[in-house]
């Protein structure tokens, strides 16, 4: 178990271009999360995903972004015509859900830095 | 909706002083209750959780107590040290809910 892996760990891009994150969770979890984190506050969440099935989405996920867990394994997080107001830190999590349990610890990896320019 | 308050950074300490950090939360249902650390160039971790009221959570010196009556969570550690250094973040997640409510984070610095 080498803990939950995100690629690439920062990224520089101009404005209006696409980007897309990876995130490969715990190889065992069934859930996986996506979070935006902007300087000086506390993680947002964006999406989450129970095995392949998007099963949540935050208002903060407007129309540009889109997230994607195809075989609920590994997934990925686009986003179109970058704004500079997307630049943030963005972080995966994941977790394993099991009946019987109200309460799920998520494990998070090291985030993905966006810098729109 | 759910909502955390952090009391607000950044703390500086000597070592073996003291900690309190305040979280209060509100919440519609009965949350689950979590402090996450950060330390510099790494993820978040885990710390130490409660799932239900009067519950202590406890981890590496660090304790909180899930506290109904007053909506609070605050964590503390009776002797700080250098390597306690980081941001520490309070976040919740209501019951049939997935999704981790974050405070805005508090930063320590704990000198020598």
């Known amino acids: 178990d080498t803990g939950v892996s995100q690629n690439p760990r920062h990224k520089i891009t101009k404005r209006g271009q696409n980007v897309t994150f990876r995130c490969d969770p715990i190889?065992?979890?069934?859930?996986l999360y996506w979070y935006r984190q902007t300087l000086g506050q506390g993680p947002e969440f964006l999406t989450y995903f129970q095995n392949e099935a998007q099963l949540e989405k935050s208002r903060l996920l407007s129309d540009r972004f889109s997230a994607e867990r195809p075989k609920g394994s590994f997934s990925t997080l686009e986003i179109q015509r970058t704004e500079q107001g997307d630049s943030a830190m963005y972080l995966c999590?994941?977790?394993?859900?099991?009946?019987?349990?109200?309460?799920?610890?998520?494990?998070f990896g090291p985030g993905t830095r966006l810098t729109v320019t | 909706g759910n909502s955390v308050t952090q009391m607000e950074g950044p703390v500086t300490l000597s070592e073996e002083a003291f900690l309190t950090i305040n979280c209060t939360y509100t919440a519609t249902g009965y949350p689950s209750l979590f402090w996450y650390v950060q330390y510099p160039g790494e993820g978040l971790q885990l710390l130490l959780k409660?799932?239900?009221?009067?519950d202590k959570g406890s981890n590496k010196g660090f304790e909180a107590t899930y506290r109904k009556e007053t909506t609070s969570f605050h964590l503390e550690k009776g002797s700080v040290q250098v390597s306690d250094s980081a941001v520490y973040f309070c976040a919740l997640s209501e019951r049939g809910a997935q999704k981790l409510v974050f405070g805005q984070g508090t930063r320590l610095t704990i000198n020598p």
């Open positions: 999590a994941s977790s394993l859900a099991s009946s019987g349990v109200s309460s799920y610890e998520q494990y």
């Open positions: 190889s065992e979890h069934n859930r």
């Open positions: 409660a799932t239900k009221a009067d």
